[in-house]
């Protein structure tokens, strides 16, 4: 009788630890604001451990997690409640989402989004896209997404063009091809842009893709006369030439090139060559005199 008293006894003090603590605890959580929810994440290693065999399930339902908490976060703001996102918290879920089930597409879509236009962090946002990469060596759109952040984000167009370069062999949109030959130009890789543009033109099947291509490479080879002539302008005076119509009256150039695209040819205060069209139809800029460049 004692020892069932006794056991009555445990279960009573347990009963009201269980009222004190969890239950205000829970209600606690459920009433905290979505920043402090989402921050509560065990390690990556506890994961595993948990998860098992259901290591894409509990992935995925990171990646919700972190989906859901941001949506929430905009239905508020509808309403005029701007609470301000935790990005650390939502990398750090999405990172370990990746490390549970690396061939997730949405956890590395999703973090383009935010990390980058939203967050700012770029090298974060590409990291984890490289490392999918290893993964979904099928998927086009993770080099894509690097690519874009390098060129448009971080002005890297060196590595925008390679990134392009590989979206392109994997996905055959030669949109993308057409785009890494851009951003080799703007590299100061024009001569690799040439090549990389002439073995484009030569394989491209549709007739107005291989048009896009011809006018692109034809853009690059007069950039490549006024380069040349550039280059041994400077290496004769030790200087760089004022504008191009320079280049021209003192016999380094026959004539200014003509832009395909309809812009002007022009050089930058650093001597390198631009264009007002930007090698686009319709993208003409205006006055020269306005971004830093001379004639």
Same mark, same amino acid.
């Given at each position: ?111 383009? !989004?935010? /990390?980058?236009?939203?967050?700012? %962090?770029? @090298?974060?946002?590409? &990291? +984890?896209?490289?490392?999918?990469? $290893? ?41 993308? !091809?057409? /785009?890494?030959?851009?951003?080799? %130009?703007? @590299?100061?890789?024009? &001569? +690799?842009?040439?090549?990389?543009? $002439? ?97």
């Amino acid at each position: 009788m004692d020892r069932v008293k006794g056991h009555l006894a445990l279960l009573a003090c347990l009963a009201l630890l269980y009222a004190a603590i969890i239950v205000p605890f829970t209600t606690y959580m459920r009433n905290k604001p979505f920043v402090e929810r989402l921050g509560a994440l065990p390690s990556v290693d506890v994961l595993r451990f948990l998860s098992a065999d259901q290591k894409q399930l509990i992935g995925s339902s990171l990646v919700m997690k972190v989906i859901i908490y941001f949506g929430g976060l905009a239905e508020l703001a509808k309403n005029r409640i701007n609470i301000p996102p935790d990005y650390p918290a939502m990398s750090r879920t999405i990172h370990a989402a990746v490390k549970l089930d690396p061939y997730n597409s949405d956890a590395y879509y999703f973090a383009q !989004a935010f /990390l980058t236009w939203d967050a700012r %962090q770029f @090298a974060v946002a590409n &990291d +984890l896209l490289r490392e999918g990469m $290893k993964y979904r060596t099928w998927d086009w759109q993770l080099p894509f997404f690097v690519g874009f952040n390098y060129g448009y984000f971080l002005k890297d167009y060196q590595n925008a063009a390679k990134y392009y370069k590989k979206a392109a062999e994997l996905s055959g949109q030669e949109l993308l !091809a057409s /785009l890494a030959g851009r951003y080799m %130009q703007e @590299a100061g890789q024009t &001569d +690799l842009a040439i090549t990389y543009l $002439k073995i484009m033109a030569k394989g491209a099947i549709n007739p107005v893709a291989k048009r896009t291509f011809l006018i692109r490479l034809k853009a690059f080879e007069q950039v490549k006369l006024v380069e040349d002539a550039r280059n041994a302008f400077t290496k004769q005076t030790g200087r760089l030439p004022s504008s191009i119509q320079e280049l021209v009256t003192k016999g380094f150039l026959a004539k200014i090139p003509d832009d395909p695209y309809g812009g002007k040819f022009f050089l930058a205060q650093d001597g390198k060559v631009l264009t007002t069209s930007k090698f686009a139809f319709g993208k003409t800029e205006g006055p020269l005199k306005d971004k830093g460049g001379v004639r």
